[in-house]
C-alpha cells in the first residue's frame, strides 16, 4: 500500500491523479505524509488568494481571472473553500456550481474544502492541499477564501498574492482599515463598481492607503459580471507573481505553525467533544474550565 502512495505522482495532465491525491490529504488515509513528503515542485507556482467579505463577488470575479487567464494558455487550479457548519459540522461546498463555466475546462481543475471549523477559514488542509496542487504544475493556484473577517488574515500565510474583494456599500473604510483584514492586501478590488458612490469608494480607499505609507499597493475598480476591469488585475497577477516574494519567511512560518497545531490537535475530535460536553452539563456543578483541564 505504501508503495502504491508514493507513486501518486499528481499532474495537471492527469486530473484523477490529482484528485485521488488530494482526497488522501484531505481524508489523512494511508500514506498521506508520505506523500507529502514527496513532493517535488519542479517550478515556482505563485498562489493567489482571494479574499474579501460575503456578498463581494469573490467567486464572480475568480471565474473573469479564469477565463483570462485560460484565454492566455495557463492551467489553473482552484481550491475554493466553504465554511464548515458549527452544528452538523457540513459545508455547501457549492463553488463547482458558481463556477460552472470553467468545469468542464481541460486546463482549469477546481476543488471545494471545507473550513473544519477553522476560524480564519483556513485549515492546515488547505495548506497541504495547495501544496498538492503546486506540485502537480500548474500555472497558477488560486485560493478563494470564505469571508469571515479580521481572522481571514490568515490567508497571508498561505498566498503568495492576496487580493482583497470589496464593495462600493462595505462601509466606513477607516472601519475596514481598523479589522486588519486590509493589512494583508497586496491589492484591493473594488467589485461592483458600477454602483452608487464606487468613484468616492476608491478615491478614499487609496488616501487611507498612502496615509499609511502603502502607496505602492493598487486599487482596481471591476464589474466581474461583465468582466469589466478584470484584465487590469489579471495583468497585476502576470507581472506582482513574478517578483520575487520579500515574506517568504514568513509566509512558511505561517504554514508550519499551522501544520504543527494540527498535529498537536490531532487527538481532539469536535463531534466526541460536542457529546463528551452534553455528558458533562448534565452536572449541577459544570465548570467548563475544570472539563477542559481534565478532558485530556
Not at 508503495?3 to 492527469?14: G, R
Not at 489579471?234 to 512560518?253: G, H, Y
Not at 463528551?276 to 452539563?281: D, N, R, T, V
Request: hydrophobic share 45%.
Amino acid at each position: 500500500m505504501k508503495s502504491s502512495i508514493q507513486h501518486i505522482k499528481p499532474h495537471f495532465s492527469d486530473f484523477r491523479s490529482v484528485a485521488r491525491a488530494l482526497s488522501i490529504v484531505e481524508n489523512d488515509l494511508y500514506g498521506a505524509n508520505d506523500l507529502l513528503k514527496s513532493l517535488a515542485f519542479d517550478k515556482h507556482v505563485p498562489v493567489i488568494g482571494v479574499t474579501g467579505p460575503p456578498g463581494a463577488g469573490k467567486s464572480t470575479l475568480v471565474n473573469a481571472l479564469i477565463g483570462q487567464l485560460t484565454a492566455k494558455h495557463l492551467k489553473i487550479a482552484i481550491l475554493a473553500i466553504d465554511p464548515t457548519s458549527p452544528f452538523n459540522f457540513g459545508s455547501l461546498l457549492g463553488d463547482r456550481i458558481r463556477m460552472a463555466p470553467h468545469f468542464n475546462h481541460p486546463g482549469v481543475f477546481i476543488r471545494s474544502l471545507a473550513t473544519r471549523g477553522s476560524m480564519g477559514g483556513l485549515s492546515a488542509k488547505a495548506i497541504e492541499m495547495t501544496d498538492v496542487l503546486r506540485s502537480a504544475g500548474f500555472d497558477y493556484v488560486i485560493i478563494e477564501t470564505v469571508g469571515v473577517g479580521q481572522s481571514e488574515i490568515e490567508i497571508a500565510g498561505l498566498a503568495d498574492l492576496t487580493l482583497l474583494v470589496l464593495v462600493p456599500e462595505s462601509g466606513d473604510e477607516i472601519q475596514n482599515i481598523k479589522s486588519g483584514i486590509m493589512e494583508i492586501a497586496d491589492a484591493f478590488i473594488i467589485n461592483k463598481a458600477d454602483r452608487a458612490d464606487a468613484g468616492l469608494f476608491a478615491n478614499n480607499l487609496q488616501k487611507i492607503i498612502s496615509q499609511k505609507g502603502e502607496s505602492k499597493v493598487p486599487v482596481f475598480k471591476t464589474v466581474a459580471s461583465h468582466s469589466e476591469g478584470v484584465n487590469e488585475v489579471v495583468d497585476f497577477i502576470l507581472s506582482a507573481s513574478t517578483a520575487k516574494n520579500s515574506r517568504k519567511e514568513l509566509l512558511l512560518a505561517e504554514k508550519a505553525y499551522k501544520l504543527i497545531q494540527q498535529k498537536q490537535m490531532a487527538g481532539v475530535d469536535k463531534k466526541k467533544l460536542l457529546l463528551s460536553i452534553k455528558e458533562a452539563l448534565a452536572q449541577p456543578d459544570f465548570n467548563l474550565y475544570r472539563f477542559t483541564e481534565n478532558y485530556f
